[in-house]
């Protein structure tokens, strides 16, 4: 088996991450009930029961509300904190009455806002913390300062980014001791730019192709974890209600159902397992926060290694809707 880049640094985690942006109830600044408890409970729990050790947050999820109710969780399952690996992320800041929406990557903020998920998880660090979006300010030197920090408290072990390009990824290392360890991206059968750009390299029709070249090369030989967010495709292939979608994702609905019922697996693991096929051991991020689809993730890794290359370009050309060059 090939080793995850995490591993290789000695993060021991999950090859599949539970994605958390779905558990605290709705983005409205309304408190947590009694049922947004039980239901991150529950997903949780589905989590852990299929192996999956690694959990992703973000500052911004409703509003905090994510953190918090997970943090719970973890009061009451104080042994747990130890046998997982805590991942958030900071830098997108909501409009509020004065301010509009903006990506903040000062000291200033950041700091704070580690401070901030420390406290609504209940936790001494965080394994992984991620820049959520490119801030157009950045400085590396000072993103290098906020790290220095929280690494030498001992606040976060670990730093890389989200949605980030090559080009910003070294422009941030440049300023940084440690490397950066993750790039998170949406990454699915359904969102193929990542896979177009390889492709229509010099091709007229790669021209709307919105994924920069080079960003899963560089990942690879750098040993950054690609993680993939958006990895279900919101459940379109797997049994959401898709009248108002086109052909292609119609066609490649049926089809994922039809390899399921083939290899004795379930939809879930059909999709996961075809993301995961690719060599650069793309890491996905679940976002479900039912029980059951989570439980429907378990067998990917396997749906993934008994995935032929054929198999694997059909679900291509299926999803894209016209065959490969
Ligand atoms: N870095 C970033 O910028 C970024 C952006 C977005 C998300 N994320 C991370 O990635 C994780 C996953 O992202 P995601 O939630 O967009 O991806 P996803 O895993 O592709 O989709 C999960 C969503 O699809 C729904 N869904 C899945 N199967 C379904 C089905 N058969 N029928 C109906 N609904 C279905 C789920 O609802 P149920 O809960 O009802 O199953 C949930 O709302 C998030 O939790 C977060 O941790 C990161």
Request: charged share 25%; aromatic share 6%.
């Amino acid at each position: 088996m090939r080793i995850m880049p995490l591993e290789k640094r000695g993060i021991s985690n999950s090859r599949i991450v539970f994605g958390c942006m779905g558990l605290g109830g709705d983005w409205t600044s309304a408190p947590l009930t009694k049922e947004d408890y039980i239901v991150a409970e529950k997903a949780v729990e589905a989590a852990l029961s299929i192996g999956i050790t690694m959990f992703d947050h973000a500052d911004i999820y409703k509003r905090g509300k994510s953190e918090t109710v997970f943090g719970e969780i973890l009061k009451k399952r104080p042994d747990l904190r130890d046998q997982i690996i805590l991942q958030s992320k900071v830098g997108i800041r909501f409009q509020d009455d004065v301010n509009p929406q903006r990506f903040d990557f000062s000291k200033n903020h950041i700091i704070p806002s580690v401070d901030g998920i420390l406290s609504r998880l209940g936790v001494e660090h965080l394994d992984v913390l991620l820049l959520h979006r490119p801030d157009p300010l950045m400085e590396p030197e000072e993103i290098a300062e906020a790290f220095n920090l929280l690494r030498s408290a001992g606040k976060v072990r670990h730093f890389g980014v989200s949605n980030m390009t090559a080009a910003q990824m070294r422009f941030i290392q440049n300023s940084l001791p440690e490397p950066l360890v993750v790039n998170q991206l949406e990454l699915s059968l359904a969102r193929l730019d990542w896979i177009e750009q390889g492709i229509l390299v010099n091709q007229k029709a790669g021209i709307d192709v919105n994924f920069e070249g080079g960003i899963l090369e560089h990942c690879q030989m750098a040993d950054i974890q690609l993680q993939a967010w958006g990895p279900l495709a919101k459940g379109k292939f797997s049994g959401r209600a898709i009248e108002d979608e086109p052909e292609n994702i119609k066609h490649t609905a049926a089809l994922v159902q039809k390899l399921a019922a083939q290899k004795e697996t379930t939809p879930e693991a059909i999709v996961l397992g075809w993301l995961m096929k690719h060599p650069a051991r793309i890491q996905p991020v679940i976002g479900t926060s039912s029980p059951e689809r989570v439980l429907a993730c378990q067998d990917a890794l396997r749906a993934s290694e008994n995935m032929t290359r054929e198999e694997w370009y059909t679900l291509l050309e299926s999803s894209r809707g016209v065959r490969v060059p």
